[in-house]
């Protein structure tokens, strides 16, 4: 990747502004023709969409919802409680088996063709008491990361992804200011022992969406502390984690890449929504999605009723990670569960009403996060739930489509990370909603590879979508992405999964 004076400044991405070309256009440029995965395997496609031979073609995953026995955390603590908490007839248990067999799922990434990997690391393994490191949780992160190079895998890793060790909630959790100076410590043995294998770090995981489900909703393990005073005390403290977490990691490795994952949807009024519905949706989407980053940027954190600065805040990244999943609807008073779920006939809704498929909304939000903070930006996770895999290709052409034209107009998305590699536990919502590539069963730990991860494949190793590639995975979307080419559906069969790696 060239963040640093390459594609991510700005510049040279106008030079992959190609249009629609084959595989071998006379315009297609050296560098991808040289790159060993370009054309591999790839069918003769008279329409293509072509990426930068740099761009990150990822996958990705969280500590406790794949490795599984993670007794030291409040997930797990709250878990053991009350069962019920969690959706359906499985908790987490051994999840997906990645604290012994990691590696596994590494190769099947690498099968896939992809060529980096996003993982986050466990609080609550490598610092099971206060000032307590446990050597043999480090040496197997450590062995896993190893195991993500050796099989050219660039490690995206997030020190903090929505889990906590139960002694931090004693002490006070998020909503002291405490947390910052255990939040340092931690991530500075983490630099310590792992920072020579860590290229891009995330410091904090949707730390809104953590706050939301904190503290207001209680979807999530709850200190005993609740409401907007909550909320706002937690955030105001994770913005000070992560000011001490990036500046620990640059003290050690300049050339780091340091950033957060922001979970950044589409809020907006139903059309036939009131001046008031539109007023409430403009606030929630502000509090929401820009709240975060613009503290990140100018150091200045605005909530709901006042605003705060914070020393050593302002400028705190080096990229924006964008989680991006849906659109919701909202009205004012908000009904229960707080977003409107009722889609219209035509919507494409995925499994649990989780919410509808929207691909255009990605697009926006990238083109807002490029004009509001001009820094590299990185698709750090993106999907839905379907275990039956009816949606996942043609969301992943459309969604793919929306980021191939944003760097046709020279926006420096530099990787894509679909969430997820495997199936793993959905936090509250347990097993009941599928999100990987790959299927798991959670009793077995059998793995089967959905057609859309066969699709991937593909697109991993050509670095590019197709109409061939719509036409047998999803030829509903030949009409949309390629107007005019939905005769080729009938003319090439929804077949054609191929061979697993």
Known sequence: MQ???????????????????????????????????????APMAHAIMTFPPDFLWGTATSAYQVEGNNSNSDWFAWEAADPARIKGDLGCGPASDWWQNAEADLDIAAALGTNAHRLSLEWSRIEPEPS??????????????QACHD????????????????????KGDFHSEIVVEYF????????????????????????????????????????GRGGFGALFAAIHNMLRCHAAAYHTIKEAYPAALVGTANNMQVF??????NAIDRRWARMIDRLYNDSWPDALHTGRYRGLWSSKRFKGLAGTYDFVGINYYTRF?????????????????????????????????????????????????????????????????GFLLDHLRQIWHAISFCYPIMGYYHWSLVDNFEW????????????????????????????YQEICRSYSISDDMAARYAPEMLAVMWPGEEQRAEAQGSGGAGEQG
């Open 428 to 455: 509250d919502r347990g097993w009941t909603q599928r999100f990987g590539l790959v299927a798991v069963d959670p009793t077995t730990q059998a793995r089967a590879w959905r057609p859309s991860a066969h699709l």
């Open 268 to 273: 907006a009024a139903r059309p036939d929504g």
């Open 329 to 393: 609807y909202l009205r004012f008073p908000p009904p229960p569960g707080f977003v409107d779920r009722e889609w219209g006939p035509e919507a494409l809704v995925s499994d649990g009403a989780y919410g509808e498929v929207y691909a255009h909304g990605l697009y926006e939000i990238m083109e807002r996060v490029w004009r509001r903070y001009q820094k590299p930006i990185y698709i750090t996770e993106n999907g839905l739930p379907d275990a039956a895999d009816r949606l996942r290709p």
């Open 3 to 41: 963040e640093q004076g390459g594609r991510g400044a700005g510049e040279q991405g106008c030079t992959w502004c190609l249009c629609v070309l084959s595989p071998l256009h006379p315009r297609t440029p050296a560098p991808l023709l040289d790159n060993p995965h370009f054309g591999y395997n």
């Open 184 to 223: 340092r410590r931690y991530t500075a043995k983490v630099v310590a022992e792992l920072g020579d294998l860590i290229p891009k770090w995330i410091t904090i995981n949707e730390p809104v969406t953590y706050g939301v489900l904190r503290y207001l909703t209680h979807d999530f393990p709850n200190p």
């Open 151 to 170: 099989r050219g895998l660039e490690p995206m890793v997030t020190l903090h992804h929505f889990s906590n060790p139960l002694w931090l909630v004693e």
């Open 132 to 145: 307590v490191f446990d050597s043999a949780a480090i040496a197997r992160y450590r062995a896993i990361l």
